[in-house]
């Protein structure tokens, strides 16, 4: 029996849908902006944003020089406005929505349009539920749902009910009502599809990568059929990593390098679908 493959994108990232909400003020201004861009190509009502141009130094898996003539111009991604004042832009992979998020942030002035918000689909296809690798040709049925969480809405709104539960002379059973919160936090499964917030006035360069990267490994671990996994699992071996390091005296340097090991899914050199 042939052993399955996961669904990758032609830049060689694993096929992982990505929504980003822009909060648009000013949507002549960013008409303006897309418009000076070589790499974005108008589509009816939708803007493609094109692997060419300023986009083609951008580093993925698989670089530009990795494409053949048949896959180019490749679209990253594309904006939608579903109105004035809302911007969508649909990306296939957790790296191009990284990538965009830094792309556009210097092409299009924030008090124009401010990323706010974005869906991910915390999930690893499969090769045989893809046979067309055009299943999804919409990434609506993903995000255009009621149902989809947000860790940090949620954990705000539990920790205010903790805090309004205990008085100041609680505070030990307080405190035990916190470790226990976030015990279970720590410990939790991840939906397959999540809101995560994005504060784009203080745009943090680690912290979302991570949060993604983090995503992927548990979405990655489920897939290969170890759904036991969790985040503090990850998060655990990433510790020991740094532990045996300390113990043989490594630097900071060395450190990291095995944190990157650890975290790095294992994926096969040549997938066998891809789409764009």
């Given at each position: 029996m042939a052993e399955k493959q996961p669904v990758s994108v032609k830049t060689g990232e694993f096929?992982?849908?990505?929504?980003?909400?822009?909060?648009?003020?000013?949507?002549?201004?960013?008409?303006?902006?897309?418009?000076?861009?070589?790499?974005?190509?108008?589509?009816?009502?939708?803007?493609?944003?094109?692997f060419e141009a300023e986009a083609k130094k951008l580093w993925f898996t698989k670089p530009y020089s990795s494409l053949s003539p048949a896959d180019k111009p490749l679209i990253l991604g594309y904006f939608t406005f579903p109105s004035e004042s809302e911007m969508l832009l649909d990306l296939r992979s957790q790296s191009r929505a990284l990538h965009a998020l830094d792309f556009f942030e210097k092409r299009i002035n924030r008090y124009?349009?401010?990323?706010?918000?974005?869906?991910?689909?915390?999930?690893?296809?499969?090769?045989?539920?893809?046979?067309?690798?055009?299943?999804?040709?919409?990434?609506?049925?993903?995000?255009?749902?009621?149902?989809?969480?947000?860790?940090?809405?949620?954990?705000?709104?539990?920790?205010?009910k903790i805090t309004a539960e205990y008085g100041e002379d609680d505070s030990d059973a307080k405190e035990a009502a916190l470790q226990n919160f976030f015990d279970e936090q720590f410990n939790r499964t991840h939906p397959e599809i999540e809101e995560l917030l994005i504060h784009a006035d203080k745009?943090?360069?680690?912290?979302?990568?991570?949060?993604?990267?983090m995503r992927q490994v548990e979405a990655f671990e489920h897939w290969r059929g170890n759904f036991t996994?969790?985040?503090?699992?990850?998060?655990?071996?990433?510790?020991?990593?740094?532990?045996?390091?300390?113990?043989?005296?490594?630097?900071?340097?060395?450190?990291?390098?095995a944190i990157e090991v650890v975290a790095e899914p294992e994926v096969s050199a040549e997938p066998e679908a891809t789409i764009e």
């Open positions: 096929y992982q849908p990505v929504r980003i909400y822009y909060q648009v003020s000013k949507p002549k201004t960013v008409q303006a902006a897309l418009k000076k861009l070589k790499c974005m190509e108008r589509e009816g009502e939708r803007w493609n944003w094109l124009a349009a401010t990323p706010t918000r974005m869906r991910v689909v915390n999930r690893i296809f499969s090769v045989d539920e893809m046979p067309n690798r055009t299943i999804h040709p919409s990434l609506d049925p993903f995000f255009n749902r009621d149902d989809v969480p947000c860790l940090a809405i949620e954990t705000e709104r539990q920790l205010a745009l943090d360069r680690l912290s979302l990568p991570m949060v993604l990267q996994f969790r985040a503090a699992d990850l998060v655990q071996e990433w510790v020991a990593a740094m532990g045996d390091d300390l113990e043989e005296g490594d630097d900071l340097e060395a450190e990291a390098e």
